[in-house]
């Protein structure tokens, strides 16, 4: 059995208070994008192991079994006793780019695990799994626009299409920490909260939606926000770094064409439709 998990990206992202456990509330906007891993499972003879994975495509830093596709295995495991599993793995989607590739993988294992076991767990069953083994992870359970608040992990779904807009993203080689990024904030309510300023016309989100990482990430990483004029400078109509970085996006309006390429060389670039 074989899924394609997708990347998400964030528009706007405001951090609005540090929590007494030293984690952050948060209120943004998860928005699903086709840029996909592969992955495949199947019942496998070997009786050793309960997992053998096979990875292939960019490198991930960490041991094989620090995945997340092992981790959400490993969870199942303990519940409903699996039999063993030979995993395929295709990584096509850059990792510490803000673009939930990881929390993708997981959500999908789960739900590649429920559907060939035949485990009869629902999706909000499966959201629960999720939330375990990441923040943002059971966004990818139900895969649909939504409005995130708490730590990230507060979901409520969304009218939200950007349907007929074009799509680029480019990360840069640069590495950002997802703590660090958050340990340089000042949290702070927005002027105009992510979920009043995405009614309003992408035309007019360059000036309403923020994501508030950028005001510490940029200074550290200028590579990162000079990617994001750049986007502007190439028509784009809405254009943000995603998560904590490091990839930034674009947004190109119905009909108008994408940018060749970035010129910086060592650069990951993907160009969609959404
Ligand atoms: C902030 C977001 C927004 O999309 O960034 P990206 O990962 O997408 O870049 C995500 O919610 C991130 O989710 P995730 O990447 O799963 O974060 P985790 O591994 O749970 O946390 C990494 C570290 O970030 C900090 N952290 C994380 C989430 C949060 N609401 N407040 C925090 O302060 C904590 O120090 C934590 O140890
Ligand atoms: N299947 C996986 N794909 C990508 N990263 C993974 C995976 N399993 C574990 N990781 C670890 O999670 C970290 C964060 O990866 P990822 O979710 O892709 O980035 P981000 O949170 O920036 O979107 C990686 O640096 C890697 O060590």
Redesign the pocket.
């Known amino acids: 059995m074989i899924a394609f998990p997708n990347i998400?990206i964030?528009l706007g992202?405001s951090i609005t208070g540090?929590r007494p456990d030293?984690?952050?509330?948060?209120e943004?906007v998860?928005y699903p994008v086709a840029l996909e891993d592969a992955l495949e499972i199947r019942t496998s003879s070997e009786t050793e192991n309960k997992i053998t994975l096979h990875q292939y495509g960019m490198e991930i830093a960490g041991n094989p079994e620090d995945n997340l596709v092992a981790k959400a295995y490993s969870l199942l495991d303990k519940e409903f006793h699996l039999p063993p599993v030979e995993i395929h793995l295709y990584k096509h989607i850059p990792s510490g780019a803000?673009?939930?590739g990881g929390?993708s993988d997981a959500a999908f294992m789960l739900k590649l695990l429920n559907d060939h076991f035949q485990l009869e767990l629902s999706e909000e069953q499966l959201e629960v799994y999720a939330a375990t083994l990441?923040?943002?992870?059971a966004f990818f359970i139900k895969n649909k626009p939504t409005y995130?608040e708490g730590?990230?992990n507060l979901f409520s779904p969304i009218e939200l299409s950007l349907s007929g807009y074009q799509i680029m993203i480019v990360k840069p080689n640069v590495f950002v920490s997802?703590?660090e990024?958050?340990?340089n904030i000042h949290p702070h309510r927005p002027e105009y909260p992510v979920k009043e300023a995405i009614l309003r016309p992408v035309a007019e989100w360059k000036d309403i939606l923020i994501n508030d990482?950028e005001a510490s990430v940029f200074p550290q990483h200028p590579v990162i926000g000079e990617i994001k004029r750049k986007l502007y400078h190439q028509g784009a109509t809405y254009a943000s770094m995603?998560?904590?970085?490091s990839s930034v996006f674009g947004l190109f309006a119905p009909g108008t064409s994408l940018p060749e390429t970035m010129e910086e060389s060592d650069v990951f670039c993907f160009k969609g439709k959404l």
Do not use: Q, V
């Open positions: 998400k964030n992202l540090k030293g984690y952050h509330n948060l943004t998860f803000g673009l939930g929390s990441g923040a943002d992870c995130a730590i990230g997802t703590r990024a958050f340990s990482f995603s998560g904590s970085g």
